[in-house]
């Protein structure tokens, strides 16, 4: 597959932290490309280095050695302006505890990187409006988030994650604080927005229910890619998902 269709490549990435006199290797030298407009889930037992590697390609952390590319963009040589720039308009973040201002409306959270963006408020809040209503909130812009139950939180976090249109969403772990039901309806959101935008959603996660969704699942264990599956090849029974997800 070209470089040009990928919109993430990880080359020989290394993450090396110091754990008091311990060194702890997190990521040992991870290859991977990502096609552009695809579902992919990062899946791998606790430990097994997915958060470091999601970290990685979000910008959020820096490789001991190696490179991540976004759109061929190797994203270490950004100066700390470019890389907010760059995570501001190209990558849409949703995490596990959903990360609401909780003084803030479900709106005004929405609204926000897009003023960061240097959006007028106005047009902020017209599209804000449009993105709540595509969540299935457009009933509840003005709430905080206490007064919303986790799945609307998580709706609005979604919503938040599409405010610049980006090429890229990472969700982190976005059905753990969730329901069975209302987890399946967050994985089905971010599907439909995957397929209608032409977004690259990379999910790290533990919850095999993205097994349906995915185009291509990444197995991270021990710091490593162990294996990259695509939908086709997905044969997994139960009794499989207990061993793999011990």
Not at 64 to 93: M, N, P
Not at 104 to 112: F, H, I, Q, R, Y
Not at 176 to 204: C, P, Q, Y
Request: glycine fraction near 10%; hydrophobic fraction near 40%.
């Amino acid at each position: 597959m070209g470089h040009n269709l990928n919109i993430v490549r990880v080359s020989n990435v290394t993450k090396k932290f110091q754990l008091g006199k311990i060194e702890v290797e997190a990521l040992k030298g991870i290859n991977l490309e990502i096609p552009a407009g695809f579902y992919i889930s990062i899946m791998g037992p606790s430990g097994s280095g997915k958060s470091t590697l999601f970290n990685m390609i979000g910008g959020l952390d820096k490789p001991t050695s190696g490179k991540v590319f976004i759109d061929e963009i190797d994203i270490a040589q950004l100066d700390a302006f470019e890389l907010a720039w760059l995570r501001c308009r190209k990558i849409g973040y949703i995490f596990q505890t959903f990360n609401l201002i909780q003084v803030m409306t479900a709106l005004e959270n929405v609204n926000l990187p897009m003023i960061f963006a240097g959006m007028s408020n106005d047009e902020a809040v017209e599209k804000g409006v449009r993105l709540l209503d595509l969540v299935g909130l457009g009933d509840r812009f003005q709430h905080k988030p206490t007064e919303l139950s986790g799945g609307q939180q998580q709706r609005v976090a979604v919503a938040r994650a599409l405010a610049n249109d980006p090429a890229i969403i990472l969700a982190d772990e976005p059905t753990g604080n969730l329901d069975l039901g209302t987890g399946e309806e967050i994985i089905t959101l971010l599907k439909s927005l995957s397929r209608e935008r032409n977004v690259t959603v990379i999910a790290a996660t533990h919850d095999f229910k993205m097994l349906n969704v995915s185009d291509q699942v990444v197995w991270i264990r021990d710091g490593r890619v162990d294996k990259v599956e695509n939908r086709e090849e997905l044969s997994i029974s139960l009794g499989e998902i207990g061993s793999k997800a011990s």
